[in-house]
């Protein structure tokens, strides 16, 4: 039970590092356009 538990939290922190870092790639990408 516990293996499954880290391995979905591990999904979401990961999930949640890409989406962050996608948001500031296209920020960037918004910010070197104006």
Avoid: A, G, V
């Amino acid at each position: 039970k516990t293996e499954l538990k880290d391995m979905y939290l591990k999904e979401d922190i990961t999930f949640i590092t890409d989406y962050r870092e996608n948001r500031i790639e296209e920020f960037q990408k918004f910010l070197k356009n104006d």
